[in-house]
């Protein structure tokens, strides 16, 4: 009998100990931060403190109490009470642009096409490549204000192809060994306006389907030069807080390199790729349904509409206020649209569209209604949407089509805009806050390389409506300003759903990659003239830090 009791004792004793083991047991993970103000961009928009990261992914959020209580990280990290927040995503943009471009001469910021003839003359790019190239300039900041043309670059170079790009990427200026090197004389097939000619002669001013020829006939580098290149903007773009980007237009040939960059695992960035609708793209990827490589997504087809404001082929309803001769330039039409919209509804493709001028936004809108039934959630995107009749928003909300918006654009352009546009639609262009409330949702970029590789810039625009000087006092058309709240939400969670990623990352909650951008101020909480100078702490991907500026 007392043995009995004795074993009943020890086996109670043994199985509390076992019960009391199994509660306090905490599960091991790699990373625990504290110390910091987490945004989480969740539904509810929780700010917490701490938050636990294991195999890359976010586990939990919470207090640091709750946290530690449940977790054994191999790696505890302070935050030193700063501001977190996931991830940033440039929603349309050019990184494979931007990559070439780091060779080429910098031409942005130029006041006069003297300095861009200089800047090109103290370039190490005469020496280096068979081909003098530019980007960058932009004749609204000249005195002035109209395109140059090619004698000067004739006469300096007359032996040498030389083709610059305006700021825009809609128009380029050649001279005449880029000209026929490219084929590009008097008689062209081009459309009318994409080959400038006065007096008979070519000035070389080049746009849309002209210009991207004519860039189409300057030597690529090697594939390992593009590499590196690549790997450049990619440090450049995590530098800024990026941690996923949108590039917004690719061949065949630059998804195949990418894509088997991806597969060595050379880079680490987020890309969701717009392909262009090219028989390649639309055989090779297209027809087989949405890729998916690990960090690498195509699920798009990237069409344009009209061309860009600064050079007036942005396609109008009424003629340009400052030069009634033009109305812009109508790069696709809707019949050509339409063949590529039917694809994409066959292969579960979405179909993003350039549209600058309200002519093409609303031909574009017109099409899509076609294809598209009310409360669809294919995501078909119009990009940029800088000029919208007020008539036409209600089709952005009928047919759920996304507006995909830059705020910078807003306030690089504010300075000429009412110039091309005149004093009422002016007051219809850049309304970020009237197509945010069509959806209840809009996706923000930059559109770099045409703008700076900056989302704090992008969070600073939209909200303040001012460039970094601070103007102007009261914002530009301030009524269209994006809430803190919204204009985060733009370049995380939503740009994310933009791409039909929300599911992997763009907040910070469980199950998703563990994206953030630790910076030195709080974005939320300080004045708004205070956010073009934040810094950029750290950022992470997939719980690696893949920048720090103190190394």
């Known amino acids: 009998m007392y043995l009995k009791k004795r074993y009943l004792i020890l086996s109670i004793a043994w199985i509390v100990l076992l019960l009391t083991q199994s509660c306090t047991m905490k599960k091991r993970v790699d990373t625990l931060l504290t110390n910091a103000r987490i945004y989480t961009m969740d539904d509810s928009s929780t700010v917490c403190e701490a938050m636990v990261v294991d195999q890359g992914k976010v586990v939990r959020t919470g207090s640091a109490d709750e946290l530690l209580a449940l ?37 942005v910021g130029c006041t006069s096409f003297k ?34 043309d090619k004698r000067a670059l004739d006469e300096r170079w007359p032996d040498k192809p030389v083709v610059l790009v305006r700021i825009d990427g809609h128009s380029v200026l050649a001279n005449q060994v880029a000209l026929n090197r490219a084929g590009i004389g008097r008689d062209h097939r081009y459309s009318k306006g994409e080959v400038e000619i006065v007096n008979g002669k070519l000035t070389g001013i080049l ?69 262009e609708p090219t028989e390649e793209n639309i055989h090779a990827y297209v027809t087989n349904g949405p890729y998916h490589n690990g960090r690498f997504h195509i699920c798009s087809i990237k069409l344009y509409a009209d061309g860009s404001l600064g050079s007036r082929t942005a396609l109008l309803k009424r003629p340009y206020s400052d030069d009634p001769s033009k109305s812009g ?16 509804i066959a292969n579960d493709y979405q179909v993003n569209i350039h549209c600058i001028g309200d002519r093409a936004v609303r031909e574009v809108l017109d099409v899509y209604a076609e294809y598209l039934s009310i409360g669809n959630d294919r995501r078909w995107r119009i990009e940029h949407a800088q000029v919208v009749d007020p008539a036409d928003l209600i089709l952005f909300k009928t047919y759920s089509i996304i507006p995909s918006v830059q705020a910078t654009h807003a306030t690089s352009d504010m300075y000429w805009a009412g110039d091309r546009l005149g004093p009422e639609r002016i007051t219809w262009a850049y309304a970020y806050k009237e197509l945010l409330d069509q959806n209840g949702w809009i996706p923000n970029g930059t559109d770099f390389p045409i703008e700076r590789v900056s989302p704090l810039l992008t969070f600073y625009a939209a909200v303040a409506r ?20 919204e204009a985060l939400k733009s370049m995380t969670i939503w740009a994310a759903k933009a791409n039909f990623e929300e599911k992997e990352y763009g907040s910070l909650e469980p199950g998703k990659w563990a994206d953030y951008v630790i910076l030195d101020q709080d974005i939320m909480e300080i004045p708004i003239e205070e956010v073009p100078v934040v810094k950029v702490l750290q950022t992470w991907s997939h719980g690696e830090k893949v920048f720090n500026a103190s190394k």
């Open 71 to 107: 977790y054994e990280p191999k790696n505890r990290l302070d935050a030193n009470e700063k501001a977190i927040f996931p991830g940033f995503i440039d929603a349309h943009c050019h990184f494979h642009g931007l990559a070439l471009g780091l060779r080429w001469v910098d031409l």
């Open 207 to 275: 746009s849309e389907t002209a210009a991207d020829y004519i860039r189409s006939a300057i030597p690529k580098p090697s594939i390992e030069a593009t590499i590196d290149l690549l790997k450049e903007a990619e440090y450049l773009c995590f530098s800024q807080g990026l941690t996923g980007v949108s590039d917004a237009g690719l061949d065949n040939a630059t998804l195949n390199l990418i894509d088997s960059i991806f597969q060595d695992g050379i880079l680490k960035i987020h890309i969701y790729a717009m392909a």
């Open 115 to 148: 300095e861009v003839l200089d800047r090109i003359s103290k370039s190490d790019t005469l020496n280096q490549d068979s081909w003098i190239t530019g980007r960058g300039w932009d004749q609204n900041l000249w005195e002035v204000k109209e395109f140059p």
């Open 466 to 485: 001012k460039d970094v000087s601070g103007y102007p006092a009261n914002g530009f058309q301030p009524e269209n300003s994006l809430s803190r709240e």
């Open 329 to 344: 330039i109508q790069v696709s039409s809707p019949d050509s649209i339409r063949e590529i919209c039917e694809i994409a």
